[in-house]
């Protein structure tokens, strides 16, 4: 409902923009208008508060509108109260279930770090195990790219082949494998005359007597003098064919942790 809102009415009985009613004072105002609108108004508030505290209306019972606001408050009461029940019903189940899943989660925990202390105790115990038969710093080849766990790749060494001593270990040496070992041909050499083993050529001939001679060799009777031996040759190249393109596998170089 709202305040009065007829004609003539107090302005600011009540306070500011809180109207009242008045009464007509001849010569001076006109008492306040009532309206339908503001009677109805008032009526159902009145009314529904005791309908709705389950009383029935009673035109010679003046106090009902005060005794359905005492079942009013009475209700609001208990719902109060059955509220804040449920409330701390609801919190202490929260906070039961609250305390069980930290317990199990604690116990979770303990449990998990139980196990993560057991693991890690049990890899202790196998390195110091592997490090008994192993000692640390030891050196081993390994075909693989990635160094096992507890060893660590080193990686001076690359590109290089193995060689077996039996005196103190080193390495050496200025050519890579990959580049020493490939396929290719050693080509277009021509001999020269140094590189020609000594040798001569006999060319045979007639004598005047018609027996069988050689130049220079003592036999028969005169021959003719200058007669040379054909050249043979094209003074040609030729190439060797070099196939070191040898099968290999790669390792790798680790040293224990």
Same mark, same amino acid.
Do not use: C
């Given at each position: 409902?709202?305040?009065?809102?007829?004609?003539?009415?107090?302005?600011?009985?009540?306070?500011?923009?809180?109207?009242?009613? !008045?009464?007509?004072?001849?010569?001076?105002?006109?008492?306040?208008?009532?309206?339908?609108? =503001?009677?109805?108004?008032?009526?159902?508030?009145?009314?529904?508060?005791?309908?709705?505290?389950? %009383?029935?209306?009673?035109?010679?019972?003046?106090? !009902?509108?005060?005794?359905?606001?005492?079942? %009013?408050?009475?209700? #609001?009461?208990?719902?109060?109260?059955?509220?804040?029940?449920?409330?701390?019903?609801?919190?202490?189940?929260? #906070?039961?279930?609250?305390?069980?899943?930290?317990?199990?989660?604690?116990?979770?925990?303990?449990?998990?770090?139980?196990?993560?202390? /057991?693991?890690?105790?049990?890899?202790?115990?196998?390195?110091?195990?592997?490090?008994?038969?192993?000692?640390?710093?030891?050196?081993?080849?390994? !075909?693989?790219?990635?160094?096992?766990?507890? =060893?660590?790749?080193? *990686?001076?060494?690359?590109?290089?082949?193995?060689?077996? *001593?039996?005196? #103190?270990?080193?390495?050496?040496?200025?050519?890579?494998?990959?580049?020493?070992?490939?396929?290719?041909?050693?080509?277009?050499?021509?001999?020269?005359? /140094?590189?020609?083993?000594?040798?001569?050529?006999?060319?045979?001939?007639?004598?005047?007597?018609?027996?069988?001679?050689?130049?220079?060799?003592?036999?028969?009777?005169?021959?003719?003098?200058?007669?040379?031996?054909?050249? $043979?040759?094209?003074?040609? $190249?030729?190439?060797?064919?070099?196939?070191?393109?040898?099968?290999?596998?790669?390792?790798?170089?680790?040293?224990?942790?």
């Amino acid at each position: 409902m709202r305040r009065i809102d007829g004609l003539d009415p107090a302005v600011d009985l009540f306070g500011p923009g809180r109207h009242g009613f !008045q009464e007509q004072v001849p010569g001076v105002s006109l008492a306040t208008g009532l309206t339908a609108t =503001w009677f109805n108004a008032v009526q159902e508030s009145i009314v529904r508060t005791i309908e709705a505290a389950g %009383l029935q209306l009673s035109e010679a019972d003046m106090d !009902q509108f005060v005794a359905a606001l005492a079942v %009013l408050d009475a209700a #609001a009461r208990e719902a109060a109260i059955f509220a804040a029940a449920i409330d701390a019903t609801n919190k202490a189940a929260g #906070a039961r279930a609250a305390a069980i899943d930290a317990a199990a989660q604690d116990a979770t925990n303990k449990t998990n770090a139980a196990r993560i202390a /057991a693991v890690a105790a049990a890899a202790t115990d196998a390195t110091a195990k592997a490090n008994a038969v192993i000692p640390s710093g030891t050196r081993m080849l390994f !075909q693989q790219s990635v160094a096992p766990v507890g =060893w660590t790749k080193d *990686v001076t060494h690359n590109d290089k082949a193995l060689r077996v *001593v039996s005196g #103190a270990a080193g390495s050496g040496g200025a050519i890579d494998f990959s580049s020493a070992f490939i396929a290719g041909s050693v080509g277009a050499t021509t001999l020269t005359v /140094a590189q020609i083993p000594e040798h001569d050529h006999g060319t045979p001939v007639f004598a005047r007597d018609g027996t069988s001679a050689h130049i220079g060799d003592g036999g028969g009777s005169a021959t003719y003098p200058g007669v040379r031996s054909g050249s $043979s040759g094209g003074g040609g $190249s030729h190439t060797h064919t070099l196939n070191l393109d040898i099968k290999y596998v790669d390792i790798i170089i680790a040293t224990k942790n």
